[in-house]
T-cell receptor, first 113, second 113 residues
Framework: DARVTQTPRHKVTEMGQEVTMRCQPI?????VFWYRQTMMQGLELLAY??????LDDSGMPKDRFSAEMPDATLATLKIQPSEPRDSAVYFC???WGLGGRNTFGSGTRLTVV | DQQVKQNSPSLSVQEGRISILNCDYT??????FLWYKKYPAEGPTFLIS?????DKNEDGRFTVFLNKSAKHLSLHIVPSQPGDSAVYFC????????????FGKGTRLSVIA
């Protein structure tokens, strides 16, 4: 089965440090999403790309978050500087268009202390 | 403002009985609805969907009902099994408007043997 691969699975970092999360989408999928899951907000959409071009990143705190797709096999989400309130599980998902039946990775659990 | 609401954070059901998970939405432009299931330490996986032109869609033990006038959908699981214990996310989108999924906060279902 094709899968979306996210690394690392877990990350513990100190406040103020840079965090980079990586995602390898399913080959052939043209749309990549970044979501954040928290107890309070559920699954929030942070940003998404189509054919590697950013379509919408309005869900991200712009001053500290950035999302890129350097190539079709890699999407990155960076937080600099990280803060304790960024602690959450971050999911990458990929799909064909915005059809909805996207495939999610297993997530990166980020803890900022 | 939550456009997709799952007002029950948790639900417990006896094995073999029916589980009913509810979801309300506020955006009348939504025309495609999905349910995702999520196990601990895994990403959400697509479960079942329904288009606004239908009021029911069935797949094995899972049935989704849509009441457009009430802006309400529900997921029925019959009979419930212990393996169904997971967090269920309701999601909605404007398929015609080419916008991404909006998720609810999820309902944790526990099926008790």
């Amino acid at each position: 089965d094709a899968r979306v691969t996210q690394t690392p699975r877990h990350k513990v970092t100190e406040m103020g440090q840079e965090v980079t999360m990586r995602c390898q989408p399913i080959l052939g999928h043209n749309t990549v999403f970044w979501y954040r899951q928290t107890m309070m907000q559920g699954l929030e959409l942070l940003a998404y790309f189509r054919n590697r071009a950013p379509l919408d990143d309005s869900g991200m705190p712009k001053d500290r978050f950035s999302a890129e797709m350097p190539d079709a096999t890699l999407a990155t989400l960076k937080i600099q500087p990280s803060e304790p309130r960024d602690s959450a599980v971050y999911f990458c998902a990929s799909g064909w268009g915005l059809g909805g039946r996207n495939t999610f990775g297993s997530g990166t659990r980020l803890t900022v202390v | 403002d939550q456009q997709v609401k799952q007002n029950s954070p948790s639900l417990s059901v006896q094995e073999g009985r029916i589980s009913i998970l509810n979801c309300d939405y506020t955006n009348s432009m939504f025309d495609y609805f999905l349910w995702y299931k999520k196990y601990p330490a895994e990403g959400p996986t697509f479960l079942i969907s329904i288009s606004s032109i239908k009021d029911k869609n069935e797949d094995g033990r899972f049935t989704v009902f849509l009441n457009k006038s009430a802006k309400h959908l529900s997921l029925h699981i019959v009979p419930s099994q212990p393996g169904d214990s997971a967090v269920y996310f309701c999601a909605a989108m404007r398929n015609s408007g080419n916008t991404p999924l909006v998720f609810g906060k999820g309902t944790r279902l526990s099926v008790i043997a």
